[in-house]
């Protein structure tokens, strides 16, 4: 079971971005998918989550308004559109498979580098 994210790259401030996030191996309509971000010397943080069977989502408060959550059932991929990018932004942002109720996390993805440029 793998989760392969992809899509970062070097954006301008106001800018957009779409990353991506491939599940192969399995299927986890039983899970959350989340979106963390790490910048360096900071922690990381979450900043958006989506449902597999519902596609319920939310979203921390320094990405609501500007960054989208989705999924393609079909395709077992999960995104996350990022427009109106800031410079503090920027960072190597994850995806992860986490179970629907609990703070486990079963699978993540390897990172994808995600710089803003002001």
């Known amino acids: 079971v793998q989760l392969q994210a992809s899509g970062g790259g070097l954006v301008q401030a106001g800018g957009s971005l779409r990353l991506s996030c491939a599940v192969s191996g399995r299927t986890f309509s039983s899970y959350s998918m989340d979106w963390f971000r790490q910048a360096p010397g900071k922690d990381r943080e979450l900043v958006a989550a989506i449902t597999w069977n519902d596609g319920s989502t939310s979203y921390a408060d320094s990405v609501k308004g500007r960054f989208t959550v989705s999924r393609d059932n079909a395709k077992n991929t999960v995104y996350l559109e990022m427009d109106s990018l800031k410079s503090e932004d920027t960072a190597v942002y994850y995806c992860?498979?986490?179970?629907?109720?609990?703070?486990?996390?079963?699978?993540w993805g390897q990172g994808t580098q995600v710089t803003v440029s002001s």
């Open positions: 992860a498979a986490r179970r629907r109720g609990t703070y486990i996390y079963d699978r």
